[in-house]
């Protein structure tokens, strides 16, 4: 499968932040996408994910699946994580792995994220780094081909940020994109750079 | 299926627990009937025969009270984004969270509406046709508010534009409302006429209102 851009232009209240951005991208591989604050990193992400219109340009998928819109075969792990205080760790991701359309426990999910054992606690007591936990806990738990991770390592630790490192080499070996937006290293070594704005 | 079930139960159990908005819109209800019989007098003859509007006002009041929120904390916290990319049409996930807030909080009223009818002196056989004209005419209260709650995400302004957005559009169904309650109550106009009317606007708005939600929710994506 391919991920394709193609002269992607991208307004934002009436300002342009970034046009005639192309790129292409196979499964297995990973893009880090890097520039400086408001070069449109996140603006790039959410338009992958159909939260932000394509103002110009266009974004295809060649894949198995090709009536399936992009936005439903990626997952966006955002700034915001999703999780209702007042419901438990597994009540969230249950939530969430039911809804985006996957039968199966959440319990190895959880694991993965090494939040098994606070599975029962309300959203509300996690710490930053849990929370972030969790949300990526919903990527293990849905499988989706395309990750697009914005800051994936923000508010976690040195052993968490192993972990995910892990998980996303892991997801890349199953034939998986990522595509992150990062101002540091993420932990994949092979990951190419597209860099933006020339500023 | 299972997407718009886990959705429905999720949202409900969101309105039950700590901070939800289940208990808020049935103890507003209670205090706004609570008042008007201080407002208007012991004038029991009176009582009766407002009673009906009084308590139809109340319930209007009362169900659109926590609709401002319905969309909100999905907004604020990226839940809204992932509902989005869900496998579901966004009509379909919008409607579900409307059912959801209808079942939490107007259900709610119509249950107590009878035992609030006793405070202002509508009479006992009376009761089971007033929350009858509430239970066919509330669902149109939420599904109505349901565009504001999307418009005031939407734009990004709270609670008030939603209330000046909405109370509006809510005069049709205030209107035959009221009006099935007293023909059910003292007549001697027939009661059939503005009850089909009433739940016409509500079948009608169950349609049109998600369709208009989801749209000011893509247009206000950006």
Known sequence: MQLKADELTCNRGGREVFRGLSFSLSG??????????????????????????????????????ADTPIAEQAHYLGHQDAMKPSLSVRENLQFWTEFLGARRAVEPALESVDLARLADLPAAYLSAGQR??????RLVAVPRPIWLLDEPTSSLDAPSQKRLAELMRGHLAGGGMIIAAAHGPIGLERARELKLGSA | MSALIALLIR???????????????????????????????????LLARIGPAILWLGALLASLLALDRLFATDHEDGSLDLLMMGPLPLELSVATKAIAHWLTTSLPLVVIAPLLGLMLNVEFHAMGWLALTLLAGTPALTFIGLVGAALAVALRRGGLLLAVLVLPLTVPVLIFGVAA??????????????????????????????????????HGLE
């Open chain 1, 28 to 65: 297995g591989e990973a893009v880090v996408v890097t520039g400086r604050n408001g070069a449109g990193k996140s603006s790039l992400l959410r338009m992958i994910a159909g939260l932000v219109r394509i103002a110009a340009g266009r974004l295809t998928l060649d894949s198995n699946n």
């Open chain 1, 132 to 137: 972030r936990r969790l949300s990526i806990a």
């Open chain 2, 11 to 45: 949202d409900m159990r969101l309105a039950v627990r700590v901070g939800g908005g289940a208990l808020m819109g049935a103890l507003f209800f209670l205090i706004v009937v609570t008042m008007m019989p201080f407002a208007i007098g012991p004038d029991l003859a």
């Open chain 2, 181 to 218: 309650a007293n023909a059910a109550i003292v007549g001697p106009t027939p009661f059939g006429p503005p009850f089909t009317i009433l739940c016409a606007l509500s079948l009608a708005s169950l349609v049109l209102g998600p369709i208009a939600a989801a749209a000011a929710l893509r």
